[in-house]
T-cell receptor, first 115, second 115 residues
Framework: AQKITQTQPGMFVQEKEAVTLDCTYD???????LFWYKQPSSGEMIFLIY??????QNATEGRYSLNFQKARKSANLVISASQLGDSAMYFC????????????FGKGTRLHILP | DSGVTQTPKHLITATGQRVTLRCSPRSGDLSVYWYQQSLDQGLQFLIQYYNGEERAKGNILERFSAQQFPDLHSELNLSSLELGDSALYFCASSVAAGRSYNEQFFGPGTRLTVL
């Protein structure tokens, strides 16, 4: 069965520091995609970054990078040079490509950036 | 702005009532997904439609139903509402279905409160 685990319910980080949000997943499907979404207090879900299971390199999008360790089934999100606007809820999610299109979400990590 | 629109933004109703949530996908997107976000269950996939046909079903209650119309907008109908149905309901859309990379763009959500 699909499972996404985010073990950090909340984190406090000083502005301008880098932050790593943990995510582990469980799947028996060799083809899958991993996603990170940001949900600010306003409620909308904002797509941040995607990593495919066959991608050779870690995904990067601006200040966001995904530390993909396939053998460990780990897909941590790294935010460099954090900003006050990064304060939000962050969700790790997965889609098994040989099943259907649904995305399974973790419980999320609430990130607080301190000035 | 993701390009996905949802109406209404807020909905307050009483137990036992029936409501309809509406979603318009991004222009050109054929797939529509419905998710429920509640405090205790997190983000749960409910159902997906692709070009008017149901494609995948998740944890959707029998009291809930959805459809996608020829113009590709979708409606989620919730009936015999219970207090536990209070949640944020998201619609998401994507270009296609079943492809290796299939980013889903989320709408702003409809906040349903059942009193």
């Amino acid at each position: 069965a699909q499972k996404i685990t985010q073990t950090q319910p909340g984190m406090f980080v000083q502005e301008k520091e880098a932050v790593t949000l943990d995510c582990t997943y469980d799947t028996s499907d060799p083809s899958y995609g991993l996603f990170w979404y940001k949900q600010p207090s306003s409620g909308e879900m904002i797509f941040l970054i995607y990593q495919g299971s066959y991608d050779q390199q870690n995904a990067t999008e601006g200040r966001y990078s995904l530390n993909f360790q396939k053998a460990r089934k780990s897909a941590n999100l790294v935010i460099s040079a954090s900003q006050l606007g990064d304060s939000a809820m962050y969700f790790c999610a997965m889609r098994e490509l040989n099943r259907d299109d649904k995305i399974i979400f973790g419980k999320g990590t609430r990130l607080h950036i301190l000035p | 702005d993701s390009g996905v629109t949802q109406t209404p933004k807020h909905l307050i109703t009483a137990t036992g009532q029936r409501v309809t949530l509406r979603c318009s996908p991004r222009s050109g997107d054929l797939s529509v997904y419905w998710y429920q976000q509640s405090l205790d269950q997190g983000l749960q996939f409910l159902i997906q439609y692709y070009n008017g046909e149901e494609r995948a079903k998740g944890n959707i209650l029998e009291r809930f139903s959805a459809q996608q119309f020829p113009d590709l907008h979708s409606e989620l109908n919730l009936s015999s509402l219970e207090l536990g149905d209070s949640a944020l309901y998201f619609c998401a859309s994507s270009v296609a279905a079943g492809r290796s990379y299939n980013e889903q763009f989320f709408g702003p959500g409809t906040r349903l409160t059942v009193l």
